[in-house]
């Protein structure tokens, strides 16, 4: 037998009420007259005992409906060990997502990361299963669900505390959303035999459906975390999230970040004698006075006067730091007065200080608006961190081999001779670079020689009031700087005019870089040797188009006077970035790259991008045409290190809570059956009836008691 509800049987307190009413003293009723008392003498009246039980059976019938009326509402049921059978207790599922990105080395954020992390796991029950991921822009699992269950019980807890002391922070940016969406579809998977064996290794339970499944998050939950990549991802009703956040003693935190202009921007003055740099101060910051310090791997350079920097908290400052003066050399920019130095050293390379020498044939002076010499020399003047000297000849002059010394590039803006077409084979076969515009069709039979295809076939394109660029090999290195998105269209550039070229069907090395829209080509390229002829079929002159006007005229002529196979390699990068490389130059065998530590890693010829970049610091490149520096840092995000609400995951869709654990599931199974067994018995209903009956039957006895109470009295009179 058991109880539902066990604290109504309290009410069997009620007993008492029948008998307190039986043992209540009785005065007598009614009155009687008598005449006069004067002759009678007095006598003390007898005291009895009145005090005591009567009518027994009446008092029973009374106690016992109490009694059932309050084990009716007790809810009785019969208790059966087969009713009672529950499953073995299902535990829960844990997965602890630690944060290990670059702004947990801030003061002791990693050792409070560690405590939390190890009593979440200590907090398991004996039947749960915990799993470990750390996790910066990408996750990775430190012990899985299937290593857990396969560890003796004694022995989980301690290796997984091994893992957390073999761990730490890297140097990588924070994506908190990609990493909660990661582990907690990794939690919501069924661990039974639905689709085969669970994606993350575990064995499989007979208690998925029971099963709780917690998803722990230890981090310091920082703003520059991209929790927004949550947006639109569809939460796992049986995942819970429980936040653990860890904050530093000192909120304080500032950093600096190189400012990057957009491709095609105009020139910043001065950009080869200052370095412009974002200074970034938190709103949580107590300080707004910074320094800027060049320096070396030995310390801040000794030459070099320290720039000041007000930054209110809150706020951001664009700063132009100069250069350290000619002799002195530095790699790094490091911000003094910050209480967080994670942050505070970005790596540079410095521009380098080249003499580029480019020749141009033509008869257009360098004053003259309408011509092609005009623009190629403002372009050159202010796309480039190096000096370029342009060395004009008319057409009508020839090319001395002095002219060629130390030449880079060759612009022919003019019809040539045949006999000047030599010279320019032999620039580019020893791996210069040849551009010739097509300003008019007369310049057929040199430029066929030059291809090395005989005669041309060459004619002015009519029929258009303008043509525009329709196909553009973003991948060419030539127009690699447009590779993104925001700057790859073409197509507000108006040609005005240009020449059609048909080349024989047996040019099959020719490349066309660019067409425009009805299929003509615009820009042709020839290998020769170890260099190339590059042929345009419209000028950027006013009168052929407005290629000089617009933005990406100056990257273009960037490209083509910048050496080949540096020209893909962008020299500032994030931790954890690809590096692409610049494709293979003829005959170069494999490549190197020399990290900031000194290691030297070797690369295949093939390699197309090297992704080492774990650490901050300058990377330089081995290629054939010399060592290139490449620049790392830490993510500008990660600087941005005010706490973020925890609300807001919750605003994104996360379920915030605690699953119950394995003790109190059962406790609930249990009681579930309890209820549910009581309602099919509903014994209750019997004892409510039981009580109706009693009462009738007290309602009888009480009416016969009375009637022979009254006669009683009636005899006595």
Not at 242 to 247: H, I, L, M, S
């Amino acid at each position: 037998m058991g109880l539902l509800a066990p604290l109504y049987i309290a009410g069997l307190l009620a007993i008492s009420l029948p008998i307190l009413f039986h043992l209540i003293r009785r005065t007598p009723h009614g009155r009687q007259e008598f005449g006069s008392l004067m002759f009678l003498s007095p006598s003390p009246p007898r005291l009895t005992r009145r005090s005591r039980l009567s009518n027994i059976l009446l008092l029973l019938l009374r106690a016992a409906a109490f009694a059932l009326l309050a084990f009716a509402f007790a809810r009785p049921f019969l208790q059966r060990n087969e009713d009672m059978s529950l499953s073995r207790a299902a535990g829960k599922r844990v997965a602890i997502l630690v944060d290990a990105s670059a702004s947990m080395r801030r003061g002791d954020l990693w050792q409070q990361a560690v405590r939390h992390a190890t009593q979440a796991a200590r907090d398991a029950a004996p039947a749960d299963e915990v799993a470990l991921y750390f996790f910066d822009r990408r996750v990775r699992p430190a012990m899985t669900f299937s290593e857990w269950n396969e560890l003796e019980p004694s022995r989980r807890v301690p290796v997984l505390e091994g893992r957390l002391a073999e761990a730490g922070p890297t140097w990588e940016s924070t994506n908190v959303g990609d990493a909660l969406a990661t582990v907690a579809d990794l939690l919501s998977e069924a661990t039974g035999t639905q689709g085969g064996e669970p994606r993350d290794g575990s064995r499989p339970t007979n208690n998925a459906d029971k099963t709780g499944r917690q998803l722990v998050l230890v981090s310091d939950l920082q703003q520059g975390g991209r929790v927004e990549s949550l947006q639109g991802y569809q939460w796992p009703p049986n995942v819970l999230l429980d936040v653990k956040r860890v904050a530093p003693k000192e909120g304080a935190n500032a950093g600096v970040q190189a400012v990057r202009d957009a491709t095609g921007a105009a020139p910043d003055v001065g950009a080869a004698t200052r370095l412009r740099v974002r200074v970034a101060n938190q709103p949580d910051s107590k300080r707004e006075q910074f320094e800027l310090v060049w320096a070396t791997n030995r310390g801040p350079v000794a030459g070099a006067q320290p720039f000041k920097a007000y930054v209110p908290p809150g706020r951001s400052q664009v700063v132009r730091v100069p250069y350290p003066a000619a002799g002195e050399r530095a790699d790094r920019l490091v911000l003094r007065g910050d209480d967080h130095d994670f942050d505070n050293t970005l790596y540079v390379v410095p521009p380098r200080s080249d003499t580029v020498r480019v020749i141009y044939v033509g008869d257009d002076g360098a004053d003259d608006t309408k011509g092609l010499r005009y623009y190629l020399e403002s372009a050159l003047g202010g796309a480039s961190q190096r000096k370029v000297d342009v060395v004009a000849r008319k057409s009508a002059e020839p090319l001395a081999e002095t002219d060629l010394l130390g030449a880079r590039l060759i612009v022919v803006g003019a019809p040539l001779a045949e006999d000047r077409v030599a010279t320019l084979r032999r620039f580019a076969e020893t791996g210069g670079d040849v551009l010739w515009v097509l300003k008019e069709a007369a310049a057929s039979p040199a430029l066929g020689q030059a291809i090395g295809v005989g005669p041309l076939a060459i004619e002015e394109a009519t029929g258009r009031d303008f043509a525009l660029l329709a196909r553009v090999e973003l991948g060419h290195p030539l127009f690699a700087p447009f590779a993104d998105t925001r700057f790859s269209d073409f197509t507000r550039i108006h040609f005005w005019k240009h020449r059609r070229l048909k080349l024989p069907a047996d040019a099959k090395d020719v490349n066309v870089v660019a067409a425009f829209d009805n299929g003509d080509p615009f820009l042709l390229e020839r290998p020769i040797g170890q260099g190339r002829l590059l042929v345009a079929t419209s000028g950027w002159n006013p009168a052929d188009s407005q290629l000089a006007l617009s933005t990406k005229f100056v990257p273009l002529i960037e490209g083509l006077v910048r050496p080949r196979g540096t020209g893909v390699v962008e020299t500032q990068h994030a931790v954890g970035d690809a590096v692409a490389l610049p494709p293979a130059a003829t005959g170069e065998g494999a490549r190197s790259v020399t990290t900031p530590d000194g290691r030297q890693v070797q690369l295949p010829a093939a390699a197309t991008s090297f992704d080492g970049t774990t650490v901050p610091g300058i990377y330089r490149l081995g290629l054939k045409s010399g060592e290139v520096p490449v620049a790392v840092n830490v993510s500008a995000d990660e600087g941005r290190t005010a706490p973020l609400a925890i609300e807001e995951l919750e605003r994104l869709g996360a379920r915030l809570g605690n699953n119950p654990t394995s003790d109190e599931l059962v406790t609930k199974e249990r009681k579930l059956k309890l209820i549910e067994l009581e309602s099919r018995q509903k014994l209750w209903r019997w004892l409510i009836v039981a009580v109706l009956g009693l009462l009738v039957v007290e309602t009888l006895v009480a009416g016969r008691l009375a009637r022979r109470d009254l006669s009683t009295r009636d005899v006595q009179q």
